[in-house]
């Protein structure tokens, strides 16, 4: 296999284990709460370690995130675990974007790397969840992209990934250039090693602005959003109901009570 | 008044049958305006009848792309031919079921038309203007949001069990739509397909009943698997039952599996971890059975054993068997 160049693309998002929360402006919190990488793009940066472990380390793999000055925490992380070099988009501009102007932003960024053989994703971040900004991107680069994958292996010019539907699984190609995105069953995320962590303070790390990607500031960011949120509720609790100790088989009679109350039974 | 273009989910696609998210569609589309579907495919190709169960639902129209180029490749093809359709009918609305082909079709549809895209909505309303007003369900089910595209078509995908299914009978004029599909968008490809054994089980994300496992099954899922058929419910697993093996993905219920909103939820031997409330939080009525007490899932319940789920899941299953006769 010869050297690629192997692009991956990380999130920085609110803990997801932590209180989530909006702004007032329907926007998502992104201040109040902790950030990290998304844990989804942990896969991606793996699969993307493994790629570049299968051709002795020939390949190189470059870290690509869109989002506030912050976001050098999840570019961190994947350089500890072992990308090579990143690049941070970082306008003001950009926030509050949506998917469709972040994979504008995505793509110009992309293009603007030069020549490049795979471009990996997590499955969907862990706070937005949509799981389209692979596409989108795939869209606007006018590549092919295999998604869901739980198996990655390049083959000559040839991406090849498993994908466990739910009809189906299913072996699923494209040539090169192209995207690739990766589920939580493609493999543990590796932690970063000590030297890992030392390594990664020498590494290349690019700071690009909407200037220069030459992207127009009109066409990114909140009130460029092609969709609006009118309103954010938080979910009133659920109140915890009635829990019994199974004592010589009463939980399982009581059970049954219960859902024979509700007309479950 | 301006359609609404459905499109029919794949699942109904492989025999005709149509099932109960493409219903659910036709119902959200009348309240939009003329709900009309698109089939790709040969609808009279199958025994099932599917022109006219979609009729019966509401479809003034059906848009048939009974195209090779559209059929045996991936979603790009099927966004390519959605794009040419939504810029001949501009349409007041296109309704997508959500699933992992569904927001791929959308979100291409979205760049291809220069439109709004909103995922995975749990309701669709039409706004004081009539325009569509969807409300999702994020941050683990945590907030509700209500939002509306502002550009361009609302591109909306709908996740299963969002509406009722209501006859409401339709024209149901089949039309012939013929598109044009680039060579760029036949680059991905399936080149195997091994298919899934079928369960005869309810479809975990259409289930009205569904009873999972999780890792205090300790990988054994007989008693969860009597104690959903007794029950005529879908089985579900949690992420440490699939990571352990026990269980295929298509199963797990959570953040990176399926998310869930049956009436009932069984939960046997879930600790209840963040990433497995995001996918059953919603559900109407929520039952675990736990040996440990402190099992964050017992915060959610509306009724909670604290025991052996194998033995109290084996007394149960008895127990409806019986109350059955």
Request: net charge negative; charged share 30%; hydrophobic share 45%.
């Given at each position: 296999?010869?050297?690629?160049?192997?692009?991956?693309?990380?999130?920085?998002?609110?803990?997801?284990?932590?209180?989530?929360?909006?702004?007032?402006?329907?926007?998502?919190?992104r201040a109040g709460v902790d950030g990290l990488l998304s844990e989804l793009d942990e896969y991606a940066v793996e699969q993307a370690l493994q790629l570049k472990e299968k051709d002795a380390g020939a390949s190189t793999v470059t870290v690509l995130t869109v989002g506030p000055e912050r976001a050098t925490d999840a570019i961190r992380k994947a350089l500890q675990m072992g990308a090579d070099?990143?690049?941070?988009?970082v306008d003001e501009a950009i926030a509050g974007s949506d998917a469709v102007a972040t994979s504008l932003v995505l793509a110009n960024a992309v293009e603007k790397l030069g020549a490049w053989d795979v471009l990996i994703c997590g499955m969907a971040s862990t706070d937005g969840s949509m799981g389209v900004v692979p596409v989108m991107v795939a869209e606007r680069l006018g590549v092919p992209a295999v998604t869901l994958g739980s198996e990655v292996e390049v083959d000559g010019s040839t991406v090849r990934i498993r994908r466990d539907g739910d009809v189906a699984t299913e072996t699923v190609e494209a040539t090169l250039p192209a995207v690739v995105s990766v589920t939580d069953q493609s493999g543990e995320a590796r932690y970063p090693s000590f030297k890992g962590i030392m390594a990664a303070k020498k590494k290349p790390l690019e700071t690009w602005s909407l200037a220069d990607l030459g992207v127009d500031a009109e066409l990114v960011g909140l009130s460029a959003a092609w969709t609006e949120v009118q309103q954010t509720e938080a979910r009133p609790p659920r109140t915890a109901g009635q829990v019994v100790a199974d004592e010589d088989g009463s939980g399982a009679a009581a059970l049954v009570e219960f859902l024979a109350s509700k007309k479950f039974i | 008044m301006s359609e609404v273009l459905v499109l029919v989910d794949s699942n109904s696609l492989a025999d005709g049958?149509?099932?109960?998210?493409?219903?659910?569609?036709?119902?959200i589309a009348r309240r939009l305006g003329e709900p009309s579907a698109v089939y790709i495919g040969d609808p009279s190709g199958s025994g099932e009848a599917p022109a006219?169960?979609?009729?019966?639902?509401?479809?003034?129209?059906?848009?048939?792309?009974?195209?090779?180029d559209v059929s045996d490749y991936l979603v790009a093809p099927k966004a390519e031919a959605l794009a040419q359709l939504v810029e001949k009918t501009s349409p007041a609305a296109v309704l997508i079921p959500s699933g992992g082909e569904g927001k791929e079709i959308a979100g291409r549809l979205a760049v291809k038309t220069g439109s709004g895209l909103i995922t995975d909505a749990v309701d669709v309303q039409p706004g004081p203007d009539g325009t569509a007003v969807t409300t999702q369900s994020v941050f683990a089910g945590g907030y509700t949001v209500q939002a509306r595209v502002t550009r361009g078509t609302p591109i909306i995908t709908v996740k299963p069990n969002s509406a009722t299914p209501e006859q409401a009978p339709g024209a149901g004029t089949l039309e012939d739509f013929p598109v044009t599909i680039s060579e760029a968008a036949k680059a991905a490809k399936v080149t195997a397909s091994e298919p899934r054994k079928a369960t005869g089980r309810p479809e975990l994300t259409e289930a009205a009943i569904v009873v999972s496992g999780g890792r205090g099954t300790g990988g054994d899922f007989s008693e969860v698997e009597a104690f959903a058929d007794v029950l005529g419910a879908a089985v579900g697993a949690s992420r440490a039952a699939v990571d352990s093996g026990w269980m295929p993905h298509a199963f797990q219920v959570g953040q990176t599996g399926k998310t869930v909103s049956p009436q009932l939820y069984v939960a046997g031997g879930i600790s209840g971890a963040i990433q497995h409330r995001?996918?059953?939080q919603t559900s109407k009525t929520i039952v675990a059975v736990n040996k440990d007490e402190d099992a964050p899932i017992f915060e959610l319940v509306d009724f909670g054993v604290v025991g052996d789920l194998h033995s109290v899941l084996r007394a149960a299953t008895e127990k409806v068997t019986e109350r059955k006769g």
């Open positions: 296999m010869d050297a690629m160049d192997i692009v991956v693309c990380v999130k920085y998002v609110p803990d997801s284990t932590a209180d989530r929360r909006f702004e007032a402006d329907g926007t998502v919190d070099k990143a690049v941070h988009v | 049958k149509i099932t109960k998210p493409t219903l659910e569609l036709l119902t006219e169960t979609l009729a019966a639902y509401g479809a003034q129209k059906i848009y048939v792309i009974d195209d090779t995001a996918g059953m």
